[in-house]
């Protein structure tokens, strides 16, 4: 009689380990299309959501952190050889119903909605029909005071650029706060627009009175309160914006709103990825690129700086849904280029900093085009190590 042996523990918990895996990929596949879509330049720049995307941008995030936090459970329970198994069940099943900070998207969604109600209670005190000024001033008080919100110009914690963290804990970046503003006045019928200034984002309502926005009242004009100190910081090119200047400032689109969320996102989680090389840029290769220089011919896959893992293939993942955005801007694909040399995927970054040289000025086209010739050897030389480890004969 044949008896089929009965799977081990350690074969069920790698069966549920690979589906498991597989369905995170599929959540990563489906967070990334669903941004893609929302920004879609097939559709209209005012149909897009801001907070949706960045809601998109904030799952497929979350996602891959909660893989890599899966993947080291299952990992330390292999080493210590446990038979307790990972849970079968999740309590969603798609990237709209995934948790985050406790609550799905829709449920964000609703917390926007849940803040522009809390205005138009502010408001039912005062007159009816209330002017503009008066709008605003609710805003900022629901905003500032009932809910605690903080602007922070100098940002250490990623938490602070993304949309889910900020409306929970109230401490966000300069550019979510802005996202904020603009979402709750959407559902006030008050159009609020931005324009990038120097390092500031700036924004205010569209209104043919733009000096009443710049009166000042108890200290603080109203343009002040929205954007922050930096317009009374004379170092800021913010400061130098009054009512006649106001009118000149080109109008940031919602793609551009997004980018700009995104360039922050990736810079953080650069300066995160790279914290224990102090000085390291993502162009630093770029600068000894230079053929009669020794150092630089004798670089190998060893000399690549170690970063943190998991922050640069976030910085990776940010970069990647700005090239959606702006396909065409060189700088971009080179920056992300350099992040996948650093990622040791040397084989994309060949091919997205070729792609750079075609829109690259020629002085830049002229290093890059060094520095590829670089890439290539070192993707051979990769290539060489990984046939050298399969033909190794294991003795047992």
């Given at each position: 009689?044949?008896?089929?042996?009965?799977?081990?523990?350690?074969?069920?918990?790698?069966?549920?380990?690979?589906?498991?895996?597989?369905?995170?990929?599929?959540?990563?596949?489906?967070?990334?299309?669903?941004?893609?879509?929302?920004?879609?330049?097939?559709?209209?720049?005012?149909?897009?959501?801001?907070?949706?995307?960045?809601?998109?941008?904030?799952?497929?995030d979350?996602?891959?952190?909660?893989?890599?936090?899966?993947?080291?459970?299952y990992?330390?329970?292999?080493?210590?050889?446990?038979?307790s198994?990972?849970?079968?069940?999740?309590?969603?099943?798609?990237?709209?119903?995934?948790?985050?900070?406790?609550?799905?998207m829709?449920?964000?969604?609703?917390?926007?909605?849940?803040?522009?109600?809390?205005?138009?209670?502010?408001?039912v005190?005062?007159?009816?029909?209330?002017?503009?000024?008066?709008?605003?001033?609710?805003?900022?008080?629901?905003?500032?005071?009932?809910?605690?919100?903080?602007?922070?110009s100098?940002?250490?914690?990623?938490?602070?650029?993304?949309?889910?963290?900020?409306?929970?804990?109230?401490?966000?970046?300069?550019?979510?706060?802005?996202?904020?503003?603009?979402?709750?006045?959407?559902?006030?019928?008050?159009?609020?627009?931005?324009?990038?200034?120097?390092?500031?984002?700036?924004?205010?309502?569209?209104?043919?009175?733009?000096?009443?926005?710049?009166?000042?009242?108890?200290?603080?004009?109203?343009?002040?309160?929205?954007?922050?100190?930096?317009?009374?910081?004379?170092?800021?090119?913010?400061?130098?914006?009054?009512?006649?200047?106001?009118?000149?400032?080109?109008?940031?689109?919602?793609?551009?709103?997004?980018?700009?969320?995104?360039?922050?996102?990736?810079r953080?989680h650069?300066?995160?990825?790279?914290?224990?090389?102090?000085?390291l840029?993502?162009?630093?290769?770029?600068?000894?690129?230079?053929?009669?220089?020794?150092?630089?011919?004798?670089?190998?896959?060893s000399?690549?700086?170690?970063?943190?893992?998991?922050?640069?293939?976030?910085?990776?993942?940010?970069?990647?849904?700005?090239?959606?955005?702006?396909?065409?801007?060189?700088?971009?694909?080179?920056d992300?280029?350099?992040?996948?040399?650093?990622?040791?995927?040397?084989?994309?970054?060949?091919?997205?900093?070729?792609?750079?040289?075609?829109?690259?000025?020629?002085?830049?086209?002229?290093?890059?085009?060094?520095?590829?010739?670089?890439?290539?050897?070192?993707?051979?030389?990769?290539?060489?190590?990984?046939?050298?480890r399969?033909?190794?004969?294991?003795?047992?």
């Open positions: 009689m044949s008896i089929s042996p009965l799977p081990s523990s350690a074969a069920l918990a790698e069966t549920r380990w690979s589906s498991r895996a597989k369905f995170y990929k599929e959540v990563l596949k489906d967070a990334r299309e669903k941004f893609t879509q929302e920004i879609s330049f097939q559709s209209k720049d005012k149909d897009i959501s801001l907070a949706k995307a960045l809601l998109y941008v904030a799952s497929e979350e996602a891959f952190m909660d893989f890599n936090r899966e993947m080291d459970s990992s330390l329970q292999n080493e210590r050889r446990s038979t198994l990972p849970s079968d069940t999740l309590d969603w099943k798609c990237v709209e119903a995934m948790p985050l900070a406790g609550k799905n829709s449920e964000w969604m609703a917390e926007l909605d849940s803040i522009a109600r809390e205005v138009e209670a502010e408001l005190p005062r007159d009816i029909g209330c002017h503009l000024v008066e709008v605003l001033d609710a805003v900022n008080v629901v905003l500032f005071k009932s809910r605690g919100f903080k602007r922070s100098v940002i250490v914690d990623s938490k602070c650029s993304y949309l889910h963290s900020v409306l929970s804990s109230g401490y966000c970046s300069a550019i979510l706060l802005s996202v904020i503003y603009i979402e709750v006045c959407r559902r006030l019928n008050l159009t609020i627009v931005g324009s990038r200034i120097g390092e500031e984002f700036l924004i205010w309502p569209q209104t043919g009175n733009p000096e009443e926005l710049f009166k000042v009242t108890s200290g603080h004009s109203l343009f002040g309160i929205v954007n922050g100190k930096c317009v009374y910081d004379p170092r800021s090119m913010a400061s130098d914006i009054n009512s006649n200047s106001l009118s000149e400032l080109e109008i940031a689109t919602n793609r551009d709103i997004i980018g700009i969320a995104l360039a922050n996102l990736m953080i650069w300066k995160r990825a790279s914290r224990a090389n102090h000085g840029m993502l162009t630093s290769p770029l600068r000894s690129v230079d053929k009669s220089d020794e150092k630089f011919k004798k670089t190998d896959a000399t690549v700086p170690l970063l943190r893992p998991q922050d640069l293939r976030l910085a990776i993942m940010a970069s990647q849904r700005l090239l959606i955005l702006q396909p065409h801007n060189w700088a971009l694909r080179r992300h280029g350099m992040m996948l040399y650093y990622s040791r995927e040397y084989e994309e970054a060949v091919q997205e900093l070729s792609i750079c040289m075609v829109f690259a000025p020629e002085e830049e086209a002229e290093v890059l085009e060094a520095f590829v010739e670089k890439l290539h050897l070192l993707r051979l030389e990769s290539s060489w190590k990984n046939l050298e399969k033909g190794r004969l294991t003795v047992t």
